[in-house]
């Protein structure tokens, strides 16, 4: 096949053209610089021009390439030291190399994305489906040509594969590929200051590079695809602490670790369940392992990764480094002595010829060097060149005549001021152009910390309108909604509530427990089975984080982000007794605020209040409930108990089981109502249905756990057999 790479040198451009011929293929670089030290091994044939050149339609044509594979976020092109002009410069290089590739009506484009796009914080790994939210210069500039290359796959009906690539870890060549990865970054921190700092509430889902070529490799290959839009990760969360201790471990215990955690959390990692269903992904090295190879490496060419000002050097390597800096200062004076001997030589050779006796060959060397190196070495060679002047006068005159000759001043004044002169201007250019540089970088980084402060602000923002100008969710929009809970059964009500509060906090992970004899909590619904991961019965004693919350009626707040407990948590109670636990998992560390701490808690309040006013009424009307004064409610009530849990199942709320007494005891005289009473738990019910039996309502529970019970109830001579059941 033949494959166009479009990028400029970088290890992604390195590794792909590496793997690409070893595999047959034939590889052209359409490399966006004119740079002839960036060598582009392997590559058959490398076209130099711009993105945005006329000339690249022509290349198009020329390779009519089948495969077109765009560097995008790994192009060496983007540096990232002008992100304003380079974003805007790859935008419309990008719009040209499409419309160039599309006219071909042929092959299939690739480009590579990043994680860099999702600008928020998620706490489990991304899918596809999830749109990006970009934050700042260049994850915006990668998302927009995401969807530029989107419209040619949706619009236009063409083969355009977009891949967004994880966080890369790999062993770095050079400084500058160090700074590449977090892995790397780390390890030359390490390397250079033995210390090492990390933020425990940052995780990244690093993969390795190779990896990661592997998968782009089989996407460029395949016949057909199934998806436009793939996520390529390892979907391992690695968090900077397990970075750190890595380094540690294989560095040694002369390492400092710096713990620099802020409030702020950071976790974005891919999902890579579509590739890995459809092409397979396998995990060929692990970050502990490259951390490993990269101190090694990093040890062993150490002149490639710190400079002579490092302090960590021994004895040997500063002599090394001075050495280095004298000869590299005595090299423009080593050099000047060198061409002195040719143009001494010109000199004397023309003064007797007829043609070349007008041509002052001094005055070159002279200006030569003033224009190359400066007034410092136009001094030298003013020097230099006037000795070998009044050298060659000393010929044909005595010493005494060429120092008192008129003609011989004037010529080393002209010499003099000439050389001084071109000089000064010389390195008055170069002034110049550092000072404009250097302003140029401080203006840059001031319009990236602007930047910064902007995202910051807009933030911010958008939290005080969630705050404060956001009517749906306003407190007095709440208390509305919570008047609407009214139903004529507590149930029915909790689970009005409950979808309301996912609603209301944003959050798709809620979970509702019912709290008996201030210990143990029994789940009574949640909205997903992440809500009621921590167990349908909780002994709140071994939870102390909630418990200790709990006791001293405050909001429960997850700031270590430990997977056990939720993110957010309160329990309604009725003074000094627990009556119900709110759980929720999915709420963004950002989010954990007092403000909605104090959203929680009102929500909660309200709810109470509900419940207890739905209460009251139903003991008002107990004796209406019941059959003839027995434990076991008459039809009426039991069938709209068994019709809420019914809808609430449909909803995934709840779970539930039904079970049909099929006793001995055909009259089920009053002794085995009272049996069934007793054995059941304060969330379960019974009764009498429309067709005449006897019935038990076993709640938040499956199938599958129903079987202790039906046990239990069979010991004492009452026999039961499922007759409708929801959820495992």
């Keep these: 096949m033949d494959i166009m790479l479009v990028g400029g040198l970088s290890p992604m451009t390195k590794r792909l053209s590496l793997k690409l011929y070893k595999e047959g293929h034939r590889i052209y670089v359409l490399s966006g610089d004119r740079n002839p030290s960036n060598r582009y091994e392997h590559a058959f044939e490398r076209y130099n021009f711009s993105y945005d050149s006329a000339s690249v339609e022509e290349v198009f044509q020329s390779v009519n390439p089948d495969v077109t594979i765009l560097l995008g976020a790994f192009d060496g092109n983007l540096p990232g030291e002008n992100p304003k002009q380079e ?19 042929k092959g299939r484009i690739i480009f590579l994305s990043s994680v860099e ?14 749109r990006p939210v970009p934050r700042g210069i260049r994850p915006l500039m990668l998302f927009q040509a995401e969807e530029s290359c989107r419209f040619y796959q949706e619009q236009l009906k063409k083969d355009v594969v977009i891949l967004r690539l994880d966080r890369l870890h790999d062993v770095p060549k050079d ?10 970054r780390k390890c030359l921190e390490a390397i250079g200051n033995r210390t090492v700092t990390y933020r425990r509430n940052y995780q990244y889902g690093l993969t390795y590079i190779g990896d990661a070529v592997e998968s782009i490799y089989q996407l460029a290959t395949c016949p057909s695809h199934r998806y436009g839009l793939y996520h390529i990760s390892s979907s391992e969360a690695y968090s900077e602490l397990q970075i750190a201790d890595a380094i540690e471990k294989n560095l040694g215990s002369e390492l400092d670790k710096l713990d620099n955690t802020r409030e702020e959390q950071r976790s974005v990692i891919l999902s890579n369940e579509r590739l890995k269903g459809e092409f397979g992904f396998k ?19 150490s002149g490639r990764f710190l400079d002579s000002s490092h302090t960590g050097w021994d004895i040997w390597h500063r002599l090394y ?4 800096g004298l000869f590299g200062a005595l090299v423009p004076y080593l050099e000047n002595l060198v061409l002195f001997i040719p143009f001494f030589m010109l000199n004397n050779r023309a003064t007797d010829s007829q043609y070349f006796s007008k041509i002052d060959f001094y005055l070159l060397y002279v200006l030569l060097f003033a224009v190359v190196h400066g007034q410092r070495q136009a001094t030298f060679s003013a020097f230099l060149a006037m000795g070998g002047y009044v050298f060659r006068q000393m010929y044909n005159q005595s010493g005494i005549a060429v120092v008192t000759d008129y003609n011989t001043y004037v010529w080393i004044a002209e010499i003099f001021i000439l050389g001084l002169v071109v000089g000064y201007m010389r390195d008055q250019l170069v002034f110049m152009k550092e000072e404009k540089d250097q302003e140029i970088d401080f203006l840059s980084e001031r ?22 100008v956001n009517y749906d969710y306003s407190l007095g929009m709440v208390y509305d909604l919570i008047e609407q809970l009214e139903a004529d059964h507590p149930d029915q009500m909790m689970f009005h509530a409950l979808t309301l509060i996912r609603n209301i906090m944003d959050c798709q992970d809620v979970a509702l427990y019912r709290v008996d004899n201030g210990n143990y909590a029994r789940l009574f619904g949640h909205t997903s089975e992440k809500a009621c991961s921590m167990g349908r019965t909780v002994y709140l004693p071994d939870k102390e984080p909630l418990f200790e919350s709990f006791s001293r009626q405050e909001v429960y707040l997850n700031r270590t982000m430990d997977p056990v407990y939720p993110m957010m948590a309160y329990c309604i109670s009725e003074g000094k007794n627990m009556e119900m636990m709110l759980l929720l998992w999915s709420i963004p560390f950002e989010r954990m605020t007092i403000d909605e701490s104090n959203r929680l808690i009102v929500i909660s309040k309200l709810i109470q209040k509900e419940v207890k006013r739905t209460a009251a009424y139903l003991d008002l009307l107990r004796k209406e409930r019941h059959q003839d004064d027995s434990p076991a409610l008459h039809a009426e009530e039991f069938e709209e108990l068994v019709n809420i849990y019914r809808e609430a199942g449909k909803k995934n709320l709840t779970e539930y089981v039904l079970l049909r007494v099929v006793s001995a005891r055909l009259d089920m005289e009053t002794a085995g109502i009272v049996d069934i009473s007793k054995m059941l738990r304060v969330t379960d019910y019974f009764g009498y249905r429309y067709d005449g039996n006897l019935y038990i309502l076993l709640t938040s529970t499956g199938g599958k756990n129903c079987g202790f019970m039906q046990k239990n109830l069979e010991e004492k001579g009452i026999c039961t057999v499922i007759s409708e059941e929801i959820g495992a």
Aim: with cysteine; hydrophobic share 40%; net charge negative.
């Design 87 to 105: 974003a805007v410069e790859y935008a419309a290089g990008l719009q040209n190399i499409l419309v160039s590739w599309s006219a071909l009506e």
């Design 117 to 130: 796009v999702y600008g928020d914080s998620y706490h489990i790994p991304v899918t596809e489906e999830v």
């Design 175 to 184: 400084k500058k590929e160090a700074a590449l990865g977090v892995c790397q």
């Design 283 to 301: 995990v060929r090295c692990e970050p502990e392992e490259t951390i490993r190879k990269t101190l090694q490496y990093m040890k062993r060419h």
């Design 321 to 324: 480094f001075k050495m280095i």
């Design 447 to 468: 319009v990236t910390d602007i930047t910064d402060i902007n995202d910051s602000n807009l933030r911010v923002k958008k939290g005080l309108i969630t705050q404060i």
